[in-house]
Nanobody, 124 residues
Framework: QVELVESGGGLVQAGGSLRLSCAYSGRTFANYAMGWFRQAPGKEREFVAAINWIGSSTYYADSVKGRFTISRQNAKNTLYLQMRSLKTEDTAVYYC?????????????????WGQGTQVTVSS
């Protein structure tokens, strides 16, 4: 069974930065793609970023491209999301997701385990 535990969320002013972490356990982390998704109140869960199993390919939603960076440390079984130049519209619960294969994907249906989420609130 895979367990994903997010941390690093919080309250930040617009223009600020946060780094989210996702601690992974249960399988061989280095074999799987990982992703970040987010869900704002009253909205569907949406793709934010993804990374392939080795970290050589990354994928971003247009809304975060150039501001967010996804990375992973396979030796530490940890996934990261560095968020810069945060905007109020980035406010959401952010979820770490475990890919069902090694390639990154934009689709939530290609992820089979999810963390509990961490709240990110960006104030104006």
């Amino acid at each position: 069974q895979v367990e994903l535990v997010e941390s690093g969320g919080g309250l930040v002013q617009a223009g600020g930065s946060l780094r989210l972490s996702c601690a992974y356990s249960g399988r061989t982390f280095a074999n799987y793609a990982m992703g970040w998704f987010r869900q704002a109140p009253g909205k569907e869960r949406e793709f934010v970023a993804a990374i392939n199993w080795i970290g050589s390919s990354t994928y971003y939603a247009d809304s975060v491209k150039g501001r967010f960076t996804i990375s992973r440390q396979n030796a530490k079984n940890t996934l990261y999301l560095q968020m810069r130049s945060l905007k109020t519209e980035d406010t959401a619960v952010y979820y770490c997701a475990h890919g069902s294969g090694g390639s990154g994907s934009y689709s939530r249906w290609d992820y089979d385990y999810w963390g509990q989420g961490t709240q990110v609130t960006v104030s104006s």
